[in-house]
Every structure is written in C-alpha cells, then in structure tokens.
C-alpha cells in the first residue's frame, strides 16, 4: 500500500509540473501573439512593450521576434539595443548578413567574436539538439534495461550490461555537457580589454559596443572572456549577455 501511496504521490507531481509548464507556455504564446498583432498592426512602440516583457521577465522569445525587437528597436535609434537583439539572434541563427547589420549599426568594419569553426558549430547543433538527444539516449537506455529483465536469465555476464552502462552515461553527458557557450555583446563604450582582472593590469585594446565574446567565468566585477584567442577580462558594465 506504501508503494503504491508513492506511485501515486510521485505521478501526482510530475503532472502538476507538467500542467503547470503548460499554462505558461500557453500564456507566452497568448503574448507572443498579441505582441505580433501589434506589430502587424504597425504599433510598433506597444508591440516592443509586450517583446521586452516576454524576453526580460519571463526569458520567453523566438527568432522572429528578435528581428521585430532589432527592427523597432533601430527605428527609434537605439542602436546598441537594436545590436544586442541581432547578436541575440545570431546565438540562434548564425547568419552572415546579421554580421552585415550589425557592423553598420555599430559603424565597425572589423567585429570580433562572430566567427564560427567547425568545433564552434558541432556545439551549437549538441546544444540546440540537447533535449532531443537527452530523450534518444533515455530511451535507448530504458530498451536496454527491459531487455535485461526479459533475458536476466540469459544475461550472466558483464558484458550484457555494458550497453546499459553505456547509455547512462551518454543520458549524463547530454544532459550536463550539451550547452553551447556563455556568450555576451560589448555595450559600453569605450570598454577596455585588460589581461589581468585589475585595473593597474596591462591593456590590450580600448573597443566600441558590437564586438561578440565568449564568457568563461565571472571573477568580481569582471568578466574573464575569449579574446582573439587569448584570455582577457572586461568588466561587466560593458558586456550585455546574450
């Protein structure tokens, strides 16, 4: 009777949780919509209320409306907002003609930070795919175990477990280590580019907002980043993150 009170207690939750996921999922899609229907309706200003509620409040937005947010955001000459909703955007849908915009926005021909490798790209389709990959391995592993217990009798080595073995540890990998990097945009102007997270430390270069920087770690009020290849730290005034 136990069990099943905890079965029950245990389902019980996870539907709550699930239910609950849903009402704010649904409320978000309410907003996102009425924000869209302002913006097609051309009230641009109510439209980019609504947009910046969903993405500062409730962390809630979709590529497309990034753009609108980038396109009002340009129109009322806040530039280096109308920057960070691209650069926001480019985390999503790295794109060159985003790069294009937002060089002439920031009025920089040479931008740092955009330039995608090959490994840079293997981690943004993990992380994208993170959820879905996370369910395959789970999947797998939940096949492996029930085969186990239909065959436990014919399963009487170790290597009968080792796909088992396997998969829990493709389910850890995927659900801890699939996240793209911490990335933030240069917004302050001028932020300096400095070696050591002090201000009496050498500086390395003195840029304008628009620049893209892979965050490493925090360390007070600076932040330790890549720069060019190289470890650098920029205080967090002047970095806005993605």
Known sequence: ???LKQIFLTKFIIFFFAFL????????????????SLFAAQNYKEA???YVDLLENEEAYSPAMLLKMAFVAEGMGDFSRASFYLAK????????????????????????????NDVDRLVKFLSDFQTELTALFATLLVI????????????????YYLPSAFFIVLVFIANNFFTGPRTGIITGSPALVMEKPTAGSKLISV??????VVIRSTKDVWYEVNWMDKRAYIKKEHITRL
Do not use: W
Request: net charge positive; aromatic share 6%.
């Open 207 to 212: 840029v304008d907002p628009g620049h893209r």
């Open 48 to 50: 980019y209320g609504v």
């Open 1 to 3: 009777m136990q069990n």
């Open 89 to 116: 955007y480019y985390d999503l849908n790295p794109n060159p003609r985003v790069i294009t915009k937002i060089k002439s926005l920031t009025e920089q021909s040479n931008l740092i930070g955009y330039e995608l």
């Open 144 to 159: 492996s175990l029930i085969l186990l217990l239909v065959f436990n009798k014919k399963a009487n080595r170790a290597k």
């Open 21 to 36: 996921q849903s009402i704010n999922c649904q409320a978000n899609n309410a907003k996102l919509s009425l924000a869209d």
